[in-house]
């Protein structure tokens, strides 16, 4: 089978970027063809990519690197404006959120990407197709093939929460005439549902949406023995030492920082994602210091890059020094920091303003030496994370924001590493899917509530997860890693794509039940 892909973004990174690229693996794996419109300028480099096309002016050149080419990425010339949903850079392109772009630059972008696509499908003759985001693959989509090819829409979080919500008035007749012709609409969870539904005011909306979450590579992502993990993890700091120079998130930090951490010594504990203010990240951080009192072996690994990553570094700083005011002057700024409007990191702040007497001193006394052991990566590729996450005895998923699904959460599980999650949105159903496994006892280290006692809660799983007698906790990562592997693979994502562009919806699974806040 041929299938269009319109993802318009980059094939590595977090996210969407990740879903597509082990998305399109999956369907070349299985022997499908496929034409894949980005943005990823290096994506010949990519082991799935066949031949690369650009486009100059009127024209197409196909480059073929291998024989027979499965796949082909495609590059719009759509410019240096790069439309995104949250502010952030990206190498090669000025990158600038959708609802700050005038609109004869947005219908630039538009006219360019629906070309694009028109040729490809020309050319290919695609039997279904994919658009992902609600802005604006389905409306290219809808113009370049609607009627003639059928397609799916896989609704990721960001376009739906950070550009359709706040801004209608603008961008929701985009959002419906992109889903009006789409055989089926795929989202990661029950919340992500709901979401849609509200925002979209379409009553005929709910019966076209299917369950349809990102995967997990099963063969790449796996528990290792510590000796194991950790030989795989200096290896990886040797392979990353003189590779990419420092640029999107600071790669060249990541050598020293990977090498400083042994899983026969350290208890480690990561993080994964986004270096943006929604992520939570500030949590975490402002957590280390009680996790160490608890547990002096642990060390955080903080894995990401973002427009806020210079503030975590302050913050971490400040912390680690005792300074709880530069800490409360950061949590006080909040948003600012990433060049967003001022708004107070509230849940932080209420931690610091919390902090007295004995408690206060405990804390400034752990702080020092916890940020010690805390270790900033800067980016790594996602085909790196097998490689880390096997040495982690857990993970942590602090978002703060409503999140589509938690796949993070599910590749550490997969991992045999504890994924503690906020307990909200697609975080929370993928917590309750993986709670069976572990039993009453453990369940309740999979989430925490987000409030003003987060970091306390966050704190507490983890020093009760690392305190864990050995055998118990080996038996916990072993069914861990058993449900994710089990429930979650891209051939089962991928049959579900083709079923929905084609309207089998049949075979497909309802949105499940609503995932509230965890109490």
């Not at 952030?88 to 990158?95: H, I, L, M």
Request: proline share 7%; charged share 25%; hydrophobic share 45%.
């Amino acid at each position: 089978m041929r299938i269009l892909i319109f993802h318009g973004y980059l094939l590595r990174g977090t996210g969407s970027n990740v879903y597509n690229a082990s998305l399109v693996r999956a369907l070349v794996d299985m022997g499908h063809e496929v034409h894949l419109l980005c943005q990823d300028r290096d994506a010949g480099e990519l082991p799935f990519v066949d031949a690369v096309g650009r486009f100059d002016g009127a024209g197409l050149s196909v480059e073929a690197s291998r024989e027979p080419v499965r796949c082909t990425a495609y590059l719009p010339d759509i410019g240096r404006t790069l439309p995104v949903y949250v502010a952030d850079r990206y190498e090669g392109f000025e990158a600038v959120p959708f609802a700050e772009l005038d609109d004869e630059a947005l219908d630039r972008y538009l006219d360019a990407n629906v070309e694009a696509a028109r040729r490809v499908a020309r050319e290919a003759a695609p039997d279904v197709a994919l658009a992902n985001h609600l802005i604006a693959g389905p409306a290219v989509l809808a113009r370049a093939i609607g009627g003639r090819v059928p397609y799916a829409v896989k609704v990721h979080g960001s376009a739906l929460e950070y550009v359709v919500r706040p801004h209608r008035r603008r961008f929701l007749a985009l959002a419906r005439e992109g889903l009006a012709p789409a055989g089926g609409v795929l989202v990661g969870s029950r919340h992500t549902a709901e979401s849609l539904w509200e925002v979209m005011d379409d009553p005929a909306l709910p019966e076209r949406t299917r369950l349809g979450p990102p995967g997990v590579d099963v063969r790449s992502f796996r528990p290792r023995e510590p000796g194991e993990a950790a030989g795989r993890l200096h290896a990886l700091a040797e392979r990353l030492s003189g590779s990419a120079p420092a640029g999107w998130g600071g790669e060249a930090e990541a050598p020293d920082a990977l090498r400083a951490m042994d899983p026969r010594r350290d208890r480690i504990v990561a993080f994964v994602g986004k270096l943006i203010v929604s992520k939570g990240v500030d949590l975490l951080l402002a957590a280390w210091p009680l996790v160490v009192a608890g547990q002096p072996d642990a060390r955080l690994c903080v894995v990401g890059f973002g427009t806020y990553r210079d503030a975590l570094l302050e913050l971490s700083a400040a912390l680690g020094r005792g300074d709880l005011e530069a800490a409360r002057a950061i949590a006080a700024r909040g948003r600012e920091l990433e060049g967003g409007p001022p708004g107070e990191l509230r849940h932080l702040a209420a931690f610091l303003d919390g902090l007295g007497g004995d408690r206060r001193g405990r804390y400034l006394e752990a702080a020092p030496g916890a940020f010690d052991r805390v270790s900033f990566t800067g980016r790594l590729e996602h085909d790196d994370l097998p490689d880390l996450l096997p040495a982690c005895e857990a993970q942590v998923v602090p978002s703060t924001f409503p999140e589509a699904f938690g796949m993070v959460a599910v590749e550490a599980a997969a991992c045999g590493a504890l994924p503690v999650s906020a307990g909200h949105s697609g975080l929370l159903e993928v917590s309750r899917t993986l709670a069976p496994a572990v039993g009453e006892d453990i369940s309740p280290l999979l989430s925490f509530p987000v409030g003003d006692s987060a970091i306390e809660e966050i704190a507490s799983r983890l020093v009760r997860w690392l305190a864990m007698p050995p055998a118990e906790r080996a038996a916990a990562r072993r069914a861990l890693s058993d449900a994710a592997r089990g429930r979650y693979g891209w051939e089962r994502v991928a049959e579900g794509v083709i079923a929905a562009a084609e309207s089998r919806l049949d075979e497909l699974p309802r949105p499940g039940g609503q995932a509230t806040a965890s109490g």
